[in-house]
């Protein structure tokens, strides 16, 4: 969707507090996978780990990382990750359900269709 509408809408990925640090709540399959991290202790260091997720990732959207008061996890309900549109008006469009699971790129693509109207390709 990134390449397809990225000329037409600003796309972005907002980094919120680690979901599964080592010293809270982690997964095996973090474990496995060799992404095992402390809980940020400050801005300088949430802002490093989300560094850390885009490149291991391989994301290719832009990333901003949330204020460590967590002011746009809880003014979204962004944990543990959804998919939202946001007008131009600053009114949400769209809202998925909590993903991965409840991701609907199809309904996110409709709705940002219906959004751009004709400048939608």
Same mark, same amino acid.
């Given at each position: ?21 080592? @010293? ?6 973090? #474990?496995?996978?060799q992404? =095992?991290?402390?809980?940020?202790? &400050?801005? +300088?260091? *949430?802002?490093?780990?989300? @560094? ?6 391989? #994301?290719?959207?832009?990333? =901003?990382?949330?204020?460590?008061? &967590?002011? +746009?996890? *809880?003014?979204y ?14 009114? =949400? ?29």
């Open positions: 969707m990134y390449e397809k509408y990225g000329r037409d809408a600003a796309f972005f990925v907002v980094y919120i507090g680690e979901a599964h640090p080592s @010293d809270a709540w982690q997964l095996p399959s973090n #474990i496995r996978d992404v =095992v991290f402390e809980s940020p202790k &400050d801005m +300088t260091s *949430r802002s490093e780990l989300a @560094d850390i997720c885009v490149v291991r990732l391989g #994301i290719k959207l832009p990333a =901003v990382v949330d204020r460590f008061d &967590d002011v +746009t996890e *809880r003014a309900t962004g944990w543990p990750d959804r998919l939202y549109l946001i007008g131009t008006d600053g009114r =949400v469009l769209y809202k998925s359900r909590p993903g991965p699971f409840g991701f609907a790129p199809s309904e996110l693509e409709a709705a940002l269709t219906r959004a751009l109207g004709p400048a939608a390709k």
